[in-house]
């Protein structure tokens, strides 16, 4: 992908995958999904890139790990943005369907998609990927069974506005669980085993009601954080 | 890169990366370091992308973990290879410095690299990246206190060799413990603490001389395995 730097990185605790980008002529970036424990990693890795923070984009108000998203904004005066759904006060921006962030000649397209919760957003850079939180997973999705969740939802956003990007458009999830760093949106239309063409609705929705996770372990500490955008 | 499929894996328990690259026309393709753990992941990702294996490379004799060559083989028939001073009866073939490896359109340079052991080998894809295996790693190196390791020979290796690649050449180690998945050899070249341009020898020396390692936890199983190719 000409003109662009793209890093991502793993916190090994969680599987959290957060991703930086960045303009290769202006060197103005974005960091999507931090988290907190990583972020001395993260700056050092923004200072030797030279690369000069924008946008601190969450895809989700995240139940599994607290955002590093706060302490980034207190350290680079950068502003956190994420979907309007999530409705948080500690945000600067709240970004709409169809809306454009830019970081120097690069552009990310905001794409709502709840189904997971109602505030997922995923970011589309054109001619390279979609950045898809915990709405795609490789070949899996998110659990749709709270923070008000909806199977419905999740099928239809993925189906109409995820599975209609073109198929070379790399997924870059904030999971996975067996280490896998990416995969296409022409390979989860083939292979995805909850969301593949062939799937209708109801065998999805049916598949999502009797997967019996347990709570994630560390919801009731990651979720009041990341309501304040991980301040605590 | 163009023509050019290309997909990084991760043991979650050794944080060992694994490589797989294929040529987008014949769909050829390499892995380079396998766990044996993850095989039944890579073969699927194999099948899902449509690729055909051709090369199982090792970039050396690793002691945290069995490789999953063997096994590779018994299931594609793909040859294995690696590097000529290993000197390994169970490879297909042992590559020398120099050397080519051709899948499809594609084609890497074998680069002997030894330091943190004798067979350590790097492997390189013009325009594109080298896999440093654990001779070079992001902002630090392989130790070199055992398994015929040399702090000299690491040296001289990574400096005449790999930091003489064009600056943009994409650095992608065989490990990192910190969850960063990538560097380049212009990044390296500043900010690799042990082995900067601004380093000497005699420093270099020093600081592996008194790192004061563990044993790798898996050593007394791994290296007799992988002696075999990962047959146990």
């Not at 730097?5 to 930086?20: G, H, K, P, V």
């Not at 000649?105 to 939180?133: E, M, R, W």
């Not at 997924?171 to 022409?186: E, F, K, L, M, Q």
């Amino acid at each position: 992908m000409s003109g662009l730097i793209f890093r991502q990185l793993i916190d090994l605790d969680s599987s959290t995958y957060t991703y930086i980008l960045a303009d290769s002529d202006s060197l103005h970036g974005i960091i999507i999904d931090s988290v907190l424990g990583n972020i001395e990693r993260d700056l050092q890795t923004l200072h030797d890139l030279g690369i000069k923070l924008q946008w601190i984009l969450e895809t989700h108000v995240h139940a599994d790990h607290i955002t590093g998203a706060y302490q980034l904004r207190e350290k680079t005066g950068a502003k956190i943005g994420m979907g309007k759904a999530t409705n948080l006060v500690c945000a600067d921006q709240l970004f709409d369907e169809g809306e454009k962030i830019s970081f120097g000649s690069q552009q990310l397209s905001v794409i709502a998609t709840p189904g997971h919760t109602n505030g997922c957003t995923s970011y589309y850079l054109k001619d390279f990927a979609v950045f898809t939180g915990d709405t795609l997973l490789i070949r899996g999705c998110g659990r749709t069974d709270f923070q008000e969740g909806s199977s419905e939802k999740l099928f239809n956003n993925i189906r109409k506005k995820l599975f209609t990007l073109p198929d070379e458009t790399l997924v870059y999830p904030a999971h996975d669980y067996n280490g896998r760093t990416c995969s296409s949106i022409g390979e989860e239309k083939k292979f995805n085993c909850r969301l593949k063409l062939s799937n209708s609705l109801e065998s999805f929705s049916e598949i999502m009601k009797n997967l019996k996770l347990d709570e994630p372990k560390n919801l009731h500490k990651a979720v009041p954080a990341n309501i304040n955008c991980g301040k605590i």
